[in-house]
Every structure is written in structure tokens, then in C-alpha cells.
């Protein structure tokens, strides 16, 4: 029996994973590693399916170049790499660094990420590398960096089973991160006493474990969130202590909680919410002190998301149910790696490390990597960048596993952005995305399975992603097809790219982590920084940071050894956190009578993203075939929709179609599209085409939930 130990490649959750043979000629089986601390064996039914995607069909296998007809050609490596290194020399040369531009993928490893972030922030002289985990949980990231000083999750899937009171807000976990999911209910059934609430406008499969769910209207989370800040107030329940202790704006945020009312039939019904459910969730909450806030997407995916995120901390803080165990604000994030990503800066508004644009942090990472052209200010945050180019500012693009003509919003957009960019170069594994459509460069990316480095989960555990089978063609790994171009962009900087392998990159980034880092930033990956190669392919889930040993930091009973945040201090410069005053600014588009419904888009349980790898099992396929639209009963009368039938949705910016299901559980008012289907795949276009790019001020993260738009029967 060979075994590989590996990493699931779809969400967060993060799991281990034992890839196995029988033979040395066998064929690869998949289970869960009942040694992963993610996991403990349980996989979910997209990671049980791992195993019938090893060989993924319409594998990208050579570099392929478009030629001035628009055919694409298959060359060799050192053609197609020149090609990309000369364009991006001569944009920048005609005009300046910030004319190119990185787009870049939670579905990277760290080491990919690490060298992609190097060569354009410190290389190239921009800071123009975003990721699509600006779509996924980049809200996330801002709340916590205004409310610690740092990118800091500080609770566990441990902290999530030892709580007494979880609220899962905005996140059908049930099908979004589901082997969390399972480890909820196995808590709940052993310890009955545990309560859910859910807040989730459509009641998902998430509900079935909550002791309540509040169906809360669209664009008003913020409004329950602060009235429950100004109950715990008027009921005694603000820990004072630890407010007066280690926060500061504790009574501007009340006053702003206050202002938008305290008065319990009104937050009812302007949330939409029977008055006595909003009673019952605000006594729970005030009178349980291990509580665990679950947020993602419902919250993160919002023109408002930032705010969001600090009205779920706030209520931490406020109550000091921070840093300890079975407490605290979780934001879970979407893919295997936006944890990763943020690590390293793939963020357009970082720097490497969890450091910033400040002058201490340029200065420092500018040294660390002796950078010719270190950037000195924050890129474009990824629907800007878009819009940069298709107005002309990019005129050189490299896209890295991601399909962005089909996963941004306003997607129709996208594909002119894309169109108008003088090179457009992808690395995939996958052959036929529609954004292949658009590349005058093709270069052939590993993909799971034959990928080697490592991945962080949504509770900060890195894991290695090892390989178990030769990459087909000519396929290789991302971070090594970012070195031979840096060394092409600039022979002087090939020593800075000069990376035998994945277990060498790591390295520099850990070291990166610890360089003058006294415990001023929260990041610190000193006790790998000298890590082996032979200490790499053996390194076990460890969570950050790792400061003087590479094990894992658990107690015999699995729980955290050490709680970040458990000594009251945060990485502002005061070292106390701040609460942030947030008023609820509702959805960003308006209904009219025009477009009197809300579209929700989101995941369904077997599929992952665009459905590259999912949408080649026939058994997950099975779960939903095709584009549904789910409607209330209610709706379905009223805009004479039948269930069965093709609806048309739309609004300005276009439309898409969608069979029609009817489904009691949405809330009237709203429908859901699932989001994997694209143009290429969905009978006329992706869902996305219809959803208007309006960012968050602060993260400049899309709303994905609430975009008004028509339905009719097709
Ligand atoms: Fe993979 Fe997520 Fe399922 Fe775990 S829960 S097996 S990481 S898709």
C-alpha cells in the first residue's frame, strides 16, 4: 500500500487527506485523515470524489501562443516564457510599473503566492496583484485588521465545539464548509445543550441544527447586530473590565448602535423578524459566555461587508468573549488557500507577512528582499483593476488559476476588459475556461494531486498539499513558471528567483515572517524558518504562529495549547483593540418596481467554483444538473413562474437563464442562483453577468447577495 498524506483542494475547512494505492500500477483511492486536525477522517462529498479527478479532462498540456489570426499555437517553455517576460518589460518600460498587473487565486499554494506577490510588489515596482479571494472574504480581512491591528482569526474548530452558543451568520456551512459542519452536529449530539442560531435570509441546510433561525430580510444584519450591542448594554452584560482594560471606542460604537434604535418591535420589523425571535437570540447571547460568531459570505459579500464584520466583533469585545477557548468572531473563509494568500500579501493593499504600506513596513520588506522597485502604495483592488484595463491603464495581464471572465461581477464587463488588454497571459490547468477565450499566452500549470507545498485553513493550520502523480505534459508548478519569467524579465534578478523547490521558498517566506518581528506583528513563523527539506515533505498540520518548534501547539485533548488575544493585548501600536461604530447602510441596489426582486447567488453542496474538477463526476453532478432558479411559491404566483420552466432574470446590465424550483425556503422577495455555471456552461450566460460590481469602500470586496433584478417566464 503506498500512501500520500495531502490536502483537500476545495474550501477552507481544509482536510486532510490519504491518497492510497494498492499497487505501484494501481489506482488512487482517497479517505480522510483521521490524523488531520481539520478533519479527523471525515471528508465531505466533493473530497470523497477526489479520487475520480486525478485525471482531469481538458488538461491545458503545452505553453500555446495566439497569433496575430487569433489560432492558437502549442511552443516549447523558453518561447512562450519570453514572450511573457518581454511583454510585461515593454509595458512597463512605455509605461511605467503600474501599466501591469497579477491576478492571482485562493486556490494557489503559499509558495506559488509567495513568489507571485515578490516579483510584482518588489520587483516589478507595483502593487497591482489581487486575488479572487478579494470576492471571497477580503471584508473579513479589513474588520479584523480595524479591530486588532492584524489579519488575525483568533478561534478554532475546537473553540467552535466547545462553545455553548454558536450564531452562523450569513454561511450555509452545511454545504459551503461542510466537514464543519459535521463536527457541529457531533458536538451538538454530544452535548445537547449546545444552541445554533442561524441568520440566514433563506432557510439552507445549515438550518437543520438550529434551535433558531431569523430569516433576516436582506441588508439589515447590521440593524440586529447593533440592536443586540445596545441590549447587552441596557441589561448589564458589557464586560468592563476588559473593555476599560484593553479597548478602546467602546462608547462611540454604543452611541451608533443606539442611534439606529433600541427598540425591539422596531428592529423587528424593519429586519423582518417576529419580535419574540429577536427577544429569545438576544437573551441567549447575553447570557452565554462561550459563544462563537461563525461569518462568511452572507456577511463578507457585501457593499457593506467591512462594517459587518466589526458589528459581529464589536459584540466580542464588548463581552471580552475573546481569546479564550470555546469564544470568539470566526470569519470562515471560502478556499482551500485565502488564508494562505493573505499570509504572503497577495492582497493589492499588502505587503508580505501581514505588513502594510506603512513607511516601517516598505522600509523592512524592501531590505529583507534587498528589492530594486519595492512599492510604495496599495494596487488595485480587483474590480478596479478590471476596470483599469478595459479603460487602458493594464496594458499587460497574468491571470493564475482563477476564470475571472466568469467569476467577477458585471462579467459581461470583464470579457470587454480582457478583450481590450494588449497581453493577457493565463496559467491553468485546464484547457477551456472562458477566460482562455481571452489569452494571447497559455502556460500549463500542476493542479492537485501533483502540486507540492503547503496551504492555511480558516483556522490558521498550515497543511502540505503533496504530490502522488507526475504532472501530464508539460505542466508545472506556478512557482516555478514565476521564476524562469522573473529571471527573463531581468537576468539580475535571477539570484532572487532562484528557488530549487517549494521547500526552499517556504523557507525564505517563514524567514520573512520572523525578520524584526519581536512580536510586533501577529505572523510568526520563526520556528520553521529553518526548515528542512526532509522537515518539509514530514511537516504536520501546524497552526500559526510557530515559534521555536514545528509541532503542532495542541493539548492531549485536542484543544488549542495557547489563544491568541488571551493576555487582552492586540497589534495596534496601543496594543488595545478597537471597537468601530457601524450604522447599517442596507443592500447596495435598490429595489423598484422595475426590479422588484432580490437575487442571492452562492454554492450548492456537490460543486466547486466554475466546476473544472467537480463538474467531471457524474455523481456530483447528480445532486443539481443545470442552472435552478429558486423561487418562493409566493414569488413564483405573483411574476407567473412555474416551477419546471425556464425563467429569464435580469436587469441594465443583462440577463441568464434558469429553470425554476420552486422552494418554500427562500424568503419571499429573494430568489438563489447557484453561482457555478458560466457561459460556457449555463444554456446563455453565468450568473454574474447580471450582478452589478458594487465594492465595499473599505475592502472593495463585491455584494454577490442582494442585486435586484426582474424575473419572467422564458
Ligand atoms: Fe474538502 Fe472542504 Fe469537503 Fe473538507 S469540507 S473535504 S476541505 S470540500
Redesign the pocket.
Known amino acids: 500500500m503506498q500512501t500520500i498524506r495531502t490536502t483537500?483542494p476545495?474550501?477552507g475547512?481544509?482536510?486532510g487527506v490519504l491518497a492510497e494505492r494498492q499497487a505501484p500500477d494501481g489506482e488512487w483511492s482517497v479517505r480522510g485523515d483521521p490524523d488531520h486536525p481539520a478533519?479527523y477522517g471525515r471528508?465531505?462529498s466533493?473530497?470523497a470524489a477526489l479520487a475520480e479527478t486525478v485525471e482531469l479532462p481538458q488538461r491545458l498540456l503545452k505553453p500555446t501562443l495566439r497569433d496575430a489570426d487569433g489560432h492558437l499555437e502549442s511552443t516549447n517553455w523558453e518561447t512562450a516564457l519570453d514572450r511573457v517576460a518581454s511583454g510585461f518589460r515593454e509595458a512597463i518600460a512605455e509605461h511605467g510599473p503600474e501599466s501591469v498587473a497579477f491576478y492571482v487565486s485562493g486556490q494557489l499554494l503559499t509558495e506559488d503566492y509567495y513568489l507571485a506577490n515578490k516579483l510584482m510588489k518588489g520587483y516589478l515596482g507595483a502593487a497591482n496583484i489581487d486575488t479572487n479571494s478579494r470576492l471571497c472574504m477580503s471584508s473579513a480581512v479589513a474588520a479584523y485588521n480595524r479591530a486588532f491591528g492584524s489579519d488575525t482569526v483568533p478561534v478554532s474548530y475546537e473553540d467552535l465545539e466547545r462553545a455553548d452558543l454558536v450564531v452562523l451568520i450569513g454561511s450555509n456551512t452545511a454545504w459551503a464548509?461542510?466537514?464543519v459542519f459535521q463536527r457541529l452536529m457531533a458536538a451538538k449530539e454530544a452535548r445537547p445543550g449546545m444552541r445554533f442560531v442561524v441568520i440566514d435570509p433563506r432557510r439552507t441546510a445549515t438550518c437543520d441544527i438550529a434551535d433558531l433561525h431569523l430569516p433576516v430580510a436582506p441588508g439589515t444584519d447590521i440593524l440586529l447586530l447593533n440592536g443586540l450591542l445596545a441590549h447587552l448594554a441596557e441589561r448589564g452584560k458589557i464586560d468592563t473590565g476588559f473593555v476599560e482594560a484593553h479597548v478602546e471606542g467602546f462608547e462611540s460604537t454604543l452611541a451608533a448602535a443606539r442611534a439606529e434604535g433600541t427598540d425591539l418591535d422596531n428592529i423587528a420589523q424593519r429586519c423582518g423578524l417576529p419580535v419574540e425571535d429577536i427577544q429569545r437570540f438576544y437573551d441567549w447571547f447575553a447570557t452565554t459566555q462561550h459563544s462563537v460568531s461563525l461569518w462568511s459570505q452572507g456577511l463578507n459579500q457585501s457593499a457593506s461587508g467591512t462594517d459587518k464584520g466589526n458589528a459581529v466583533i464589536n459584540l466580542h469585545l464588548a463581552t471580552g468573549r475573546i481569546g479564550r477557548p470555546g469564544m470568539g468572531p470566526f470569519s470562515i473563509t471560502g478556499q482551500p488557500n485565502a488564508m494562505g494568500g493573505r499570509e504572503v500579501g497577495g492582497l493589492a493593499n499588502q505587503l508580505a507577512a501581514h505588513q502594510g504600506f506603512a513607511e516601517a513596513d516598505i522600509d523592512r520588506v524592501r531590505r529583507f528582499w534587498q528589492a530594486p522597485n519595492l512599492a510604495t502604495r496599495p494596487g488595485l483592488k480587483a474590480v478596479d483593476l478590471f476596470e483599469a484595463m478595459r479603460d487602458g491603464r493594464i496594458k499587460a495581464v497574468w491571470i493564475m488559476a482563477t476564470n475571472p471572465a466568469f467569476s467577477l461581477p458585471d462579467s459581461d464587463t470583464v470579457r470587454e476588459a480582457l478583450e481590450a488588454c494588449p497581453l493577457v497571459v493565463l496559467s491553468e490547468c485546464h484547457a477551456g475556461t472562458d477566460t482562455a477565450a481571452f489569452a494571447d499566452v497559455l502556460l500549463p500549470a500542476s493542479t492537485w494531486g501533483e502540486r507540492d507545498g503547503t496551504v492555511t485553513n480558516s483556522e490558521r493550520c498550515i497543511s502540505r498539499q503533496r504530490p502522488f502523480i507526475d504532472a501530464p505534459g508539460q505542466a508545472r508548478p506556478d512557482w516555478w513558471i514565476i521564476g524562469q519569467v522573473a529571471r527573463r524579465i531581468d537576468p539580475d534578478w535571477a539570484p532572487a528567483f532562484d528557488f530549487p523547490d517549494s521547500a526552499s521558498v517556504f523557507r525564505e517566506y517563514a524567514r520573512q515572517t520572523a525578520f524584526e518581528n519581536a512580536g510586533s506583528r501577529d505572523l510568526d513563523l520563526s520556528g520553521l524558518a529553518g526548515i528542512s527539506r526532509q522537515e518539509y515533505d514530514a511537516l504536520s498540520p501546524t497552526r500559526w504562529p510557530v515559534t521555536g518548534t514545528t509541532a503542532r501547539e495542541t493539548t492531549t485533548d485536542g484543544a488549542a495549547a495557547t489563544e491568541l488575544f488571551a493576555d487582552g493585548r492586540f497589534f495596534t501600536a496601543d496594543a488595545r483593540a478597537r471597537m468601530i461604530p457601524v450604522t447599517n447602510r442596507g443592500a447596495a441596489s435598490a429595489l423598484t418596481p422595475a426590479f422588484p426582486l432580490r437575487l442571492n447567488t452562492g454554492r450548492l453542496r456537490d460543486q466547486w467554483h466554475g466546476m473544472t474538477r467537480t463538474g467531471a463526476v457524474p455523481r456530483l453532478n447528480a445532486h443539481r444538473s443545470e442552472p435552478a432558479a429558486s423561487v418562493h411559491p409566493f414569488d413564483a404566483a405573483r411574476y407567473r413562474l412555474r416551477g419546471g420552466q425556464i425563467a429569464r432574470i435580469g436587469n441594465a446590465r443583462g440577463e441568464i437563464l434558469a429553470r425554476v424550483t420552486l422552494d418554500d425556503e427562500q424568503r419571499p422577495g429573494s430568489l438563489f442562483v447557484p453561482m457555478h455555471w458560466s457561459r460556457l456552461t449555463a444554456s446563455r450566460s453565468g450568473v454574474n453577468t447580471v450582478i452589478a460590481p458594487d465594492t465595499d469602500p473599505v475592502s472593495g470586496q463585491p455584494e454577490f447577495k442582494t442585486q435586484a433584478v426582474w424575473a419572467e417566464p422564458y
Open positions: 483537500c476545495y474550501c475547512v481544509g482536510c478533519n471528508l465531505c466533493k473530497g464548509h461542510p466537514v
